[in-house]
């Protein structure tokens, strides 16, 4: 593994064979100042020098998750329910039109994220 090197005052003084670009450590809050193009991928400071980390395998996303940023919101059924208990016909009518639309988006979400 390649390292970088610093001089005295944390100056970057090496990586490889010929960087293209500059680091130098703040010393009085410990931050890395990165100038011109920084290495590709991930890094990490150990023990006063940079090293390269493995880059990060993303996590698939459940269904769980998937399922519940696409689920209507609640808001619209506790609406239908408020316009069905309600005194007004028309009121009532809407609510349940509104009720079996919510059911619907949510038996389209299920079909659209199975269970595995």
Same mark, same amino acid.
């Given at each position: 593994?390649?390292?970088?090197?610093? $001089?005295? =005052?944390? #100056?970057?003084?090496?990586?490889?064979?010929?960087?293209?670009?500059?680091?130098?450590? %703040?010393? &009085?809050?410990?931050?890395?100042?990165?100038?011109?193009?920084?290495?590709?991928?991930?890094?990490?400071?150990? $023990?006063? =020098?940079? #090293?390269?980390?493995?880059?990060?395998?993303?996590?698939?996303?459940?269904?769980?998750? %998937?399922? &519940?940023?696409?689920?209507?919101?609640?808001?619209?059924?506790?609406?239908?329910?408020?316009?069905?208990?309600?005194?007004?016909?028309?009121?009532?009518?809407?609510?349940?039109?509104?009720?079996?639309?919510?059911?619907?988006?949510?038996? &389209?979400?299920?079909?659209?994220?199975?269970?595995?």
């Amino acid at each position: 593994m390649d390292f970088l090197t610093f $001089d005295a =005052q944390g #100056v970057y003084k090496g990586y490889g064979s010929a960087p293209d670009y500059l680091f130098s450590l %703040l010393p &009085a809050n410990g931050d890395i100042r990165i100038e011109g193009a920084p290495p590709t991928g991930r890094v990490a400071l150990v $023990d006063g =020098q940079i #090293v390269d980390l493995p880059p990060l395998e993303p996590e698939p996303i459940s269904y769980y998750a %998937l399922r &519940a940023l696409a689920y209507p919101d609640r808001r619209d059924y506790f609406d239908a329910q408020v316009k069905k208990n309600s005194a007004d016909a028309a009121l009532q009518e809407e609510g349940a039109a509104q009720e079996q639309a919510y059911f619907a988006a949510c038996e &389209a979400v299920k079909a659209l994220y199975p269970k595995p």
